[in-house]
């Protein structure tokens, strides 16, 4: 086991937009978790508030970017970087501390024993820690039904950004990653293409600091618009 | 009411355009993102010819006399909203390009030093 750890170079890609209070207790955590076993890369999505600063004090490897791009766009960066770097394995962990680093190595033991081409870690198969908001769970309940219907594949957690994928995924993702709430249309873009989806049992936090970004009128609207997205790409034939 | 004739060019319309942006985001050539209000106007436009008592109701309640109008006006007001969108993202967009272009400034300055102190060092062993 270790010894094929060793051999896989791994990145674990942050997304961080306003994370200031939330990146420096995260990064020292994944650091007494995984050892030296992962590189860390942060995605600076352009932050107003002082994430700059700290990420550069913690002497973490950051991209700052000169613009903000959204989640997508951003967690994007790291997979091209990921390519660019020709890591075998890549990590999706939000910068806002609601994923414990303590279950990434289950992620990537899916990986390394070649079981999936991506590994979810769902908050709903052993229904453990924060649950999430009643109208946040019927929202995703909606979406594991809709990709049900549309790909006969049961995703319990499709809008978990704990993600963990290999290196075909990786060159996928660099090619082709949607924009705003990328989770679900990115799930339907893989099976599509024959992936194998894993999911893993994990527990999340609640978020300690700052906001989410996704408020409720805006939640109406994006449900709409990934609807619409995952429909189409069902329609897709192949990777253009 | 609008006339059966007309009804029936709306709603062909309105699928036929619609097939054709369903096309062109298939082919990855238009992005979601922008499509939406044109999806949603042909939706309501859909909807008027389907349901033609709404847009009598419509005109009757703003005081138009003929419901024809109160479509015209609908539609029209409609594009007003798509183009005012296509306004807003114009003038994101430029400050993104002016963003980027002011970093890569930046940054070829910065790697222009860097060669430089590179070739230094070099000369100097």
Redesign the interface.
Known sequence: MMEVLVRMRILLIIPAYNEGKNIEKLISKINSECDSAVDILIINDCSTDDTQSICNDINALTINLPCNLGIGGAVQTGYKYARLHDYDIAIQVDGDGQHKPEYIMDLVRYITEEKADMVIGSRFINKEGFQSTFMRRVGIAYFTYLLKFLSKRVITDPTSGFRACNKKVINEFSKRYPVDYPEPESIMYLLRNGYRIKEVPVIMQERKEGKSSITTFKSLYYMLKVSLAILIDRFRKQIV | MISLKLQVILIVGAIVCALFL?NL????RL???YT?LW?ILMLIILMISIFPNFIGFLAHAMGIELPVNALFLLVSFCSYAILFSMTINASKSST?VK??S??LGLLKLEVIRLTEELHKKEKNK
Request: hydrophobic fraction near 40%; glycine fraction near 0%.
């Open positions: 369903f985001i298939k082919k990855y992005e979601l993102k939406m999806l993104k963003e980027l002011q970093e």
